[in-house]
């Protein structure tokens, strides 16, 4: 295999570490980065992987997908990186695969919609049966919203979750009244005259990013903050500080992790990030805190399995488990099971209002 002779000669393990450093999701990318610096310190602390220092580089997964694809085909033909982690969106996941399939291991971050079986493919990200679907059932049961639209960025993750939330709104007894989605980068006004002038309760939001801030904005710029709830499985602290204090307002985010959870796992990580960059680093959020779930997921993978060939993972992965800031997190097959919670914005943080 190209590149495996000058990988084990390295002295370091390294990680292609791919997140988004422009495009709607770029403002992410700098916490993502702040984190894994973190995550690569406490594994190195640890003794490293298989005798080896922990190390990673970045991959700019904002740009497009198969440009990623022929950088990190480069990287490991190369022989400069053991493995590949990261959050990004499932289009550059699906340019991704065929290019890290079989060559070395991978570690997807990102909440996803779920269905990856691709072997050497490893995601500790949130799904929509248990980030949606609960979600809505507390949301119909303490809110009264059952009457929903659906907006979203033109891709797959937004479109396979909303074929999802029609299966969840019949068996929970909801009615979808519209949906429309948008190109990445693209016209949010549309999506808020959409919602405007159609009947209902709520809107569920599937953008990422910038795109979610601008929805934001436009949303409140209308005043349909004041009488409809939002809900969101991807709004993090970075989207709610570019959103504004008042276009936040009636607005629900369902995620296994958020920077405001009081428990002693989540607090203690954001004592060591603030620890290690200061009061002025990177906001904390869900994105970046799944990059430092991939790294420890990697890690426990290849020190069950004593190895990083790919068969030895893919054999060892069922019942993989490790202990985190968002608590217990074991993996079923290659998707990590994990606790996620509901959180109202409240400001330019989160409540957390229930485990859902």
């Not at 990287?75 to 070395?104: E, K, Q, Y």
């Not at 796992?265 to 779930?293: F, I, K, Q, T």
Request: aromatic share 8%; net charge negative.
């Amino acid at each position: 295999m190209a590149g495996v002779a000058s990988r084990d000669a390295r002295a370091d393990w390294r990680v292609a570490l791919v997140v988004p450093l422009r495009g709607p999701a770029g403002l992410f990318g700098p916490s993502c980065e702040a984190i894994a610096d973190l995550a690569a310190r406490e594994l190195n602390a640890e003794g490293g992987l298989l005798g080896r220092e922990v190390s990673f580089e970045v991959v700019d997964g904002g740009a497009e997908p198969a440009r990623v694809a022929a950088e990190l085909d480069a990287l490991i033909t190369a022989g400069r990186v053991d493995a590949v982690s990261g959050w990004h969106i499932s289009s550059v996941r699906n340019a991704v695969a065929p290019v890290v399939a079989g060559r070395v291991p991978y570690v997807y971050t990102s909440l996803y919609e779920g269905g990856e079986r691709r072997p050497g493919i490893f995601c500790c990200g949130e799904t929509p049966r248990l980030q949606l679907a609960p979600a809505l059932r507390w949301l119909r049961d303490n809110v009264g919203a059952r009457n929903w639209f659906v907006v979203g960025d033109d891709y797959v993750w937004p479109h396979t979750s909303t074929a999802a939330v029609r299966r969840y709104a019949r068996e929970l007894d909801l009615r979808i009244a519209g949906e429309a989605f948008a190109s990445l980068g693209g016209d949010m006004a549309g999506l808020v005259d959409r919602v405007e002038r159609t009947p209902c309760d709520g809107v569920l939001m599937l953008l990422v990013g910038q795109d979610a801030v601008e929805f934001n904005r436009r949303f409140a710029a209308r005043g349909l903050h004041e009488r409809l709830v939002r809900f969101s499985p991807l709004m993090e602290e970075n989207m709610l500080l570019a959103s504004g204090f008042g276009a936040t307002r009636n607005l629900f985010v369902s995620a296994a992790y958020f920077r405001s959870m009081v428990n002693a796992d989540a607090m203690d990580l954001l004592g060591r990030y603030v620890g290690l960059h200061g009061p002025d680093a990177p906001a904390l959020n869900n994105a970046a805190e799944s990059c430092y779930e991939g790294l420890r997921a990697l890690a426990a993978l290849v020190r069950r399995a004593g190895t990083a060939r790919l068969p030895e993972l893919n054999a060892a992965i069922d019942g993989v488990a490790y202990h985190g800031p968002r608590g217990t997190v074991e993996f079923r097959g290659q998707q990590a099971n994990q606790y996620v919670h509901l959180a109202v914005a409240d400001g330019f943080d989160f409540d957390v209002v229930t485990r859902l």
